[in-house]
């Protein structure tokens, strides 16, 4: 039987209005008492298991699923030994009015919607407003300040919401399938386990929704065409055994940070940022290079201006610290076409106030590697490794461990259906058309269920847009967008071939 676009077509002001209603008066509740739960992820928290943040959040959230009482909706959570687990439900296909099933009447199997959320968190960070922080939720001004409300809290609730107002319209939808994590942010190294687990009950994939993405604006729908891939690991340069006095030993014993400057000038020029290994290139593919052009004379200077970038005082005028570039075509392709190279951690090093004249004996970074989609990340790890432990100056002790990498995605040509399903789902809830950008970060279930299943179409969006600030200090929820794309999914989804 040939798939068809169902011709019920979602009440959008309807929709908008019942998931708006759930998000005031349950939704922002909800999230705000699981951005009080430092639920860390595994990479952040050793003892993850013993602490249990992540099975609280996971258990709430499935509590808060079942009192929704979806029609055709069941639920379990899901432990694979020494993994992190995952929250998996299923809500049965409907023909809405129509009456049963399509596996009921027809014995075919429909086809599926995956929606992917997580529910693990990133560490807290310093520099929180004074009134704000991590674990103490704070809703002003339409915004849901506090750790992991926007990456990636609200998706579990936000789906609900969605296929709520599929049912309370009587419309036909397919079988959906939700799968929460709470691995992701240490790169979803639990995940592919319970993916292969739980292949045959995914069923026939046509279409993947994940939650967890970016915005380009707060204007319109965004959906998600690339994402970066990444490899991470601890560099250490080790040149004593312990510190000394640094007047005794300075130009005599070399400087482990020298040295660290040394080893890292073979990986990136430090006076561009440029990469310089040939192997973490890729060129980019002509649609993505013309999707950034149309991106970037929708965004402007907003492309580099969303970020808070530090300022002082100059004789009275207010300096700004500057970006790499000022074109946003090539802003766009520099923070998701190009390689990038961040030290997001350090050790070795005393707190100011107890720095002695002292020569350390080693210093660490940890290093994050920002790969194009198309680059192979576990290859570019091994390089990376290579590259930084070979022939250490001063034969110091160099080593790069605790490898951890990620292949980065690049969507599949969006389907017509798709890519009208979207644009009219942003037009009825913003005024405004469909808009496509890469994001810098990685999302490693997106190259996996690409893998998996090859022919579904994936919708990948999410509420995180100008100064949400995902990782960092007053990361926030835009509520008044998350309503609308809440609303924008379930048209999606009621437009889905079946």
């Known amino acids: ?146 750790r992991g409300g926007a990456d990636d809290g609200y998706a579990v609730y936000a789906s609900i919401a969605a296929i709520q107002a599929l049912k309370s319209q009587g419309l036909a939808h397919p079988r959906i399938v939700g799968l929460i994590e709470t691995s992701e942010e240490s790169g979803s190294r639990d995940l592919l386990p319970y993916v292969d687990a739980l292949r045959s009950r995914m069923g026939e994939v046509a279409l993947v929704i994940c939650l967890d993405s970016g915005a380009g604006n707060y204007d319109q729908l965004w959906l998600t065409s690339s994402l970066r891939g990444m490899a991470t690991g601890v560099l250490k340069v080790e040149i004593l055994t312990e510190g000394i006095h640094s007047g005794d030993a300075s130009g005599l014993v070399p400087s482990s940070f020298r040295i660290m400057r040394q080893v890292l000038d073979r990986l990136e020029d430090s006076a561009t940022g440029r ?7 890729c060129d980019v593919p002509a649609d993505r290079l ?56 350090a050790d070795g090093f005393p707190a100011l106030q107890d720095a002695g004249n002292v020569l350390r004996p080693y210093t660490a970074f940890k290093l994050s590697l920002r790969l194009p989609p198309l680059v192979d990340a576990a290859m570019a790890a091994q390089q990376l490794k290579a590259l930084l432990e070979d022939n250490a100056p001063y034969q110091a002790r160099v080593t790069f461990d605790g490898l951890s990498a990620g292949t980065g995605w690049n969507a599949p040509t969006t389907a017509p259906w798709l890519e009208q399903a979207m644009n009219a789902a942003s037009q009825s809830h913003f005024g405004a058309g469909c808009g496509y950008i890469g994001q810098g970060g990685t999302i490693p279930l997106m190259n996996m269920l690409s893998k998996g299943f090859p022919k579904a179409q994936m919708m990948v969006c999410g509420v995180l847009g100008p100064k949400s600030n995902a990782h960092g200090p007053n990361e926030f929820l835009h509520v008044p967008y998350a309503k609308k794309l809440t609303a924008a999914v379930a048209q999606v989804i009621a437009q889905v071939p079946v």
């Open 290 to 345: 013309a999707q950034a052009q149309v991106t970037a004379a929708i965004l402007g200077d907003e492309v580099y201006r969303r970020f808070p970038w530090a300022h002082y005082d100059c004789g009275g005028a207010t300096m700004f610290a500057l970006p790499t570039t000022t074109d946003p075509v090539q802003a766009l392709l520099k923070r998701t076409w190009l390689p990038a190279l961040s030290v997001t951690g």
């Open 1 to 146: 039987m040939n798939a068809r676009v169902p011709e019920s077509a979602l009440n959008a002001a309807q929709a908008l209005t019942q998931v708006s209603q759930a998000w005031d008066d349950n939704i922002v509740g909800q999230i705000s008492h699981y951005i009080s739960i430092p639920a860390k992820s595994p990479m952040f928290d050793a003892q993850w298991a013993e602490h249990g943040y992540l099975d609280t959040v996971l258990r709430n959230a499935a509590t808060w699923v079942e009192a929704q009482r979806v029609d055709g909706l069941k639920l379990e959570i899901i432990r694979l030994e020494g993994r992190t687990p995952v929250l998996f439900f299923e809500v049965a296909a409907s023909r809405g009015n129509a009456g049963a099933s399509p596996e009921r009447a027809t014995g075919a199997i429909p086809p599926t919607v995956v929606m992917y959320g997580h529910l693990d968190k990133q560490p807290e960070f310093t520099g929180w407003r004074s009134d704000l922080g991590p674990w103490t939720p704070k809703y002003e001004n339409g915004k849901l300040y506090g």
């Open 275 to 281: 990469l310089l290994p040939d192997a973490f290139y």
